[in-house]
């Protein structure tokens, strides 16, 4: 038993939320007074998402994102992360977080054999910084950044391309990769945003982050990456690190897709860009079986949508719902 769509993509990699809660307010994600968080109760409890991960490995998925939300946030996350470290059938557990509240951390991380930290960090200036995430933690992140990096942990930096606030530094970003053995991922900017109402001066997608670093410098080289990979990414020749470009709104990668995602209430959905299909948690609380619940999730992906424009073509209704409700 796999999961498989009707293109015939091979389900192997799920991105969970573990909360909706969040200590930051980044400005692309959420309004300023955050977002209508859900009743406690209406969280998947921890026992819940180790049973749907386990169900999920047993039909071939074989990586995990956690995120949120802040999944840092969320009370027990390590030990959580601890519980999920016995399944074998996972050959990568990853985890997506603004740092504020790791540093603490960073040795138990290694020790669980995390496989890679994406950090989620927009600006390298403290008031800037400041200024996207409307609360000044810059200091706590950067001390992040500097303990990941001097780990054994793969380190990849989350960098929001955000028109009018820090395209300036997109060079300064690529410069990291100069001296570091990191991976810099530039992210469109996509209108989940709970209603924040962004106004953009000018849409920073992919040919134009690609067209702005090549104007900087004469020659870079494409390098290879997974099949399933969101970036696509490059390196300037003799630097250590490298940079990647996630067409995440213009969604060119979707051919490949290998994802799915469950959000923290339990929601279940095949693309980013769907309204959600159905919620894991009511038939959890109802008393499905294992072998319901493996139906219920081939059944699913199978009607997967073949792109993320259909998806949200069939939603009904526009994409804004907050990032920290769904999962980056
Ligand atoms: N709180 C954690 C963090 O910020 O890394 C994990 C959750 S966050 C929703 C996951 C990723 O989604 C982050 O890298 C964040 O920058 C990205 N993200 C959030 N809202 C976005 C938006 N509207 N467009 C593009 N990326 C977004
Ligand atoms: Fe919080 Fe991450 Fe959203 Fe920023 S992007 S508000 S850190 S969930």
Redesign the pocket.
């Known amino acids: 038993m796999e999961l498989k769509d009707k293109f015939g993509r091979k389900i192997s990699y799920l991105r969970l ?1 573990v909360t909706d809660r ?1 200590n ?1 307010r ?1 400005q ?2 959420m309004p300023s007074q955050g977002i209508d968080i859900v009743d406690r109760k209406e969280l998947l409890s921890y026992k819940e998402m180790y049973r749907i991960t386990r169900i999920l490995s047993e039909l071939g998925v074989n990586k995990v994102r956690l ?5 840092f946030v969320r009370k027990d996350f390590v030990n959580f992360l601890e519980s999920l470290s016995f399944n074998d059938k996972l050959n990568e557990i990853n985890i ?4 504020a509240l790791i540093s603490n951390h960073i040795d138990k991380l290694e020790e669980l054999k995390i496989n890679a930290i ?3 960090i ?1 600006s390298l200036k403290r008031e800037k910084f400041a200024q996207i995430t409307r609360r000044d933690v810059f200091e706590n992140v950067y001390d992040t950044f500097e303990k990941l990096e001097k780990s054994n942990l793969n380190l990849k930096l ?1 960098v ?1 391309v955000q028109s009018g606030f820090n395209t300036d530094e997109i060079i300064d970003f690529v410069e990291l990769s100069k001296d570091k053995n990191i991976a810099v991922r530039f ?7 709970g209603k924040g109402q962004r106004i953009m001066e000018d849409e920073w997608n992919f040919n134009k982050i690609l067209n702005h670093i090549k104007e900087n410098y004469p020659k870079i080289e494409q390098v290879s990456s997974s099949k399933s990979s969101t970036s696509v990414n490059f390196k300037i020749p003799n630097y250590k690190g490298n940079f990647g470009i996630i067409p ?2 213009t969604r060119t990668i979707c051919n490949d897709c290998n994802r799915i995602r469950i959000t923290a209430t339990g929601m279940f959905k095949n693309c980013l860009f769907d309204g959600g299909v159905f919620n894991i948690r009511d038939f959890i609380r109802n008393g499905a079986s294992d072998e319901e619940l493996k139906e219920l999730f081939i059944k699913t992906v199978h009607n997967k949508p073949e792109n993320g424009f259909i998806a949200e073509e069939n939603r009904g209704n526009d994409v804004s719902e ?3 409700t ?3």
Not at 67 to 71: A, F, N, V
Not at 96 to 99: E, I, L, P
Not at 187 to 193: A, D, K, L, R
């Open positions: 939320a969040c930051l980044c692309y994600c995120t949120g939300g802040e999944p997506t977080t603004n740092g994406n950090l989620s927009d989350n929001v992210i469109e900017e996509m209108p989940f945003n995440a709104f907050s990032m920290s769904i999962g980056g």
